[in-house]
């Protein structure tokens, strides 16, 4: 038997395009999505932290320089409070729902509630449209191998071409 893989995801190095391409996919999405996406956010042009953002419209620092944290990634401190209360929420199943999970990384991964939360998403039987980091943890690392994954790499090559390969990948598991 055949596995439909419904868990769709994009790799890449930092600034490769990733949550571009995911943005360009919730532009056109075929039915009702939750989830959330994760931006930079600029002073000038200085990188000074990341923000989540819900698919119903809520915000909150991901990870900031002037967050105090016992989790930090570089000079940023990660809200685990924002993670868990807005980030968790956004990815549970519900049905009929693609789930867009921008995304699963080492900031994300601090958070205990958002591991499981990202694990009953991909076990659901919704479509996940989603990002994971390069990163080899042991937690990503499983994910990456789980059989119901399909993980594309974005390029400068392919990364205007992905948006549309993604919604023919939905229009296919949806039928």
């Not at 995911?22 to 994760?38: C, D, E």
């Not at 994954?149 to 390029?155: A, D, K, L, Q, R």
């Amino acid at each position: 038997m055949i596995q439909k893989r419904n868990n769709i995801f994009l790799t890449g190095a930092p600034s490769s395009g990733k949550t571009t391409v995911i943005r360009k996919v919730i532009a056109s999405l075929p039915g009702p999505a939750k989830g959330f996406y994760t931006q930079e956010s600029k002073q000038g042009d200085r990188r000074v932290g990341f923000m989540m953002h819900t698919l119903d419209g809520e915000q909150g620092w991901l990870a900031h320089q002037d967050i105090i944290s016992d989790f930090h990634i570089r000079r940023y401190g990660v809200s685990i409070e924002n993670i868990d209360t807005l980030a968790v929420p956004s990815i549970a199943p519900v049905k009929n729902a693609i789930i867009i999970l921008d995304e699963i990384g080492k900031m994300e991964c601090f958070s205990l509630k958002f591991r499981q939360a990202a694990i009953a998403a991909l076990d659901s039987d919704n479509i996940v449209i989603g990002t994971i980091t390069l990163g080899r943890d042991e937690f990503i690392l499983n994910i990456k191998a789980r059989n119901d994954m399909e993980i594309h790499e974005v390029t400068p090559e392919n990364r205007n071409s992905l948006p549309e390969l993604i919604r023919q990948k939905i229009s296919t598991v949806i039928t």
